[in-house]
């Protein structure tokens, strides 16, 4: 158990619909990373954000956005989804904003239909 | 950009067996290095990092050491065991920006037969 918690564990949904995803970081780690894994295109990085602030993206579709609150929970909004955005969606934190091993989740499935 | 590159998969060993699976970077700061492995149905779970040249990692008996003038980071261990079956993962984090993070290998999926 890495100490990263997400939910929900599964999701599905249908083409168009709008989902959030919710991920609570190891306890004092203030950086909440997310990525993605798919079939085709493997494992990659959409966003990062530190202690509530942007501070990195990745491969994000302007339909995705995320956020980070006080308490340091971040959430990854899914909208207008389409059938290509199922995948595993992963977050992983460290304690800093700069080096240091990320902790992953166990993920979110979605499954778009 | 940044990119790993790692060996195609599926790898078929018996148990006992030596293993290897090769990992080769390209990066444009001086990156750490590290290996994820990922259980089937669960997440990402790191098996063992090297943040300079020539360091090795080690973790559950095996082992990747850090090789600059071959950018290359390949995994090893001497007697794979049938709990070893999972997915792994070489990572890089390049700490030459400000952006740290991590980019992944394809995944080398590894059966363990008894």
């Known amino acids: 158990d890495s100490g990263v918690t997400q939910t929900p564990k599964h999701l599905i949904t249908a083409t168009g619909q709008r989902v959030t995803l919710r991920c609570s970081p190891r306890s004092g780690d203030l950086s909440v990373y997310w990525y993605q894994q798919s079939l085709d295109q493997g494992l990659q990085f959409l966003i990062h954000?530190?202690?509530?602030?942007?501070?990195a993206k990745g491969n994000i579709l302007e339909r995705f956005s995320a956020q980070q609150f006080p308490d340091l929970h971040s959430e990854l909004n899914l909208s207008s989804l389409e059938l290509g955005d199922s995948a595993l969606y992963f977050c992983?934190?460290?304690?800093?904003?700069?080096?240091?091993?990320?902790?992953f989740g166990p993920g979110t499935r979605l499954l778009v239909l | 950009g940044d990119s790993v590159t790692q060996m195609e998969g599926p790898v078929t060993l018996s148990e006992e067996a030596f293993l290897t699976i090769n990992c080769t970077y390209t990066a444009t700061g001086y990156p750490s290095l590290f290996w994820y492995v990922q259980y089937p149905g669960e997440g990402l779970q790191l098996l063992l990092k090297a943040t300079k040249a020539d360091d090795k990692g080690s973790n559950k008996g095996f082992e990747a050491t850090y090789r600059k003038e071959t950018t290359s980071f390949h995994l090893e261990k001497g007697s794979v065991q049938v709990s070893d079956s999972a997915v792994y993962f070489c990572?890089?984090?390049?700490?030459?920006?400000?952006?740290?993070?991590?980019?992944f290998g394809k995944g080398t999926l590894l059966t363990v037969n008894p």
């Open positions: 990572a890089l984090s390049d700490r030459g920006g400000s952006n740290y993070k991590l980019t």
């Open positions: 992983a934190s460290s304690v800093s904003q700069g080096e240091g091993t990320q902790y």
């Open positions: 954000y530190y202690n509530g602030e942007e501070r």
